[in-house]
Antibody, heavy 118, light 110 residues
Framework: QVQLVQSGAEVRKPGASVKLSCKASGYTFTSYYLHWVRQAPGQGLEWLGRIDPNTGDTHDVQRFYGRVKMTRDTSTRTVDMDLSSLTSEDTALYYC???????????WGQGTLVTVSS | QTVVTQEPSLTVSPGGTVTLTCASSTGPVTSNHLPNWFQQKPGQAPRTLIYFTSNRHSWTPARFSGSLLGDKAALTLSGVQPEDEADYYCLIYSGVPGWVFGGGTKLTVL
């Protein structure tokens, strides 16, 4: 069955970077986009960006001004997201979610909690 | 920057019907925006209910239906169950800016 398994919780100081992982199984890895979504405590969902595991092409939210870098490793069926220059506003649960091209979202990862605190 | 607006909260009685809507600041929501709907219960990851405007997943109960209603995307729950109490989010494709979530609707079943 389709599974998206995310890496464990992270704690970082302001100004640091964090790398989150999402490991896919149960389907053809290169046939679906993977998106990153976050949710700050008590807040709504926010789309961060997506990667095409087939080509490595990415599309992310412009307002992050290059702080987000998404990569994929087809050998390990994993997508990573690096988020740099962290501030307390980046404290959130980060999710990966799969999309079949054309707007067909389906499976979600379990989420990774990132806490940014001095 | 596209802003997607949903009702902040709605209340429905068990067995009743309720419609949640999703509006875009850039104009009418159409099928070209590829609307998706998600349900999130406390402490859980979101779950996709509806994709591409009106298509249910295999796990989506038949009481959930998606549509376009006037200038908005809509999610209708018919025969609401107590377990439908949750937060609901729409997501639309906005072109170059990418995908944008609505602010979410907190649905109370009372």
């Amino acid at each position: 069955q389709v599974q998206l398994v995310q890496s464990g919780a992270e704690v970082r100081k302001p100004g640091a970077s964090v790398k989150l992982s999402c490991k896919a199984s149960g389907y053809t890895f290169t046939s679906y986009y993977l998106h990153w979504v976050r949710q700050a405590p008590g807040q709504g969902l926010e789309w961060l960006g997506r990667i095409d595991p087939n080509t490595g092409d990415t599309h992310d939210v412009q307002r992050f001004y290059g702080r987000v870098k998404m990569t994929r490793d087809t050998s390990t069926r994993t997508v990573d997201m690096d988020l740099s220059s962290l501030t307390s506003e980046d404290t959130a649960l980060y999710y990966c979610v799969r999309e079949r091209v054309g707007g067909y979202f389906d499976h979600w990862g379990q989420g990774t909690l990132v806490t940014v605190s001095s | 920057q596209t802003v997607v607006t949903q009702e902040p909260s709605l209340t429905v009685s068990p067995g009743g019907t309720v419609t949640l809507t999703c509006a875009s600041s850039t104009g009418p929501v159409t099928s070209n925006h590829l609307p998706n709907w998600f349900q999130q219960k406390p402490g859980q990851a979101p779950r996709t209910l509806i994709y591409f405007t009106s298509n249910r997943h295999s796990w989506t109960p038949a009481r959930f239906s998606g549509s376009l209603l006037g200038d908005k995307a809509a999610l209708t729950l018919s025969g609401v169950q107590p377990e439908d109490e949750a937060d609901y989010y729409c997501l639309i494709y906005s072109g170059v800016p990418g995908w944008v979530f609505g602010g979410g609707t907190k649905l109370t079943v009372l």
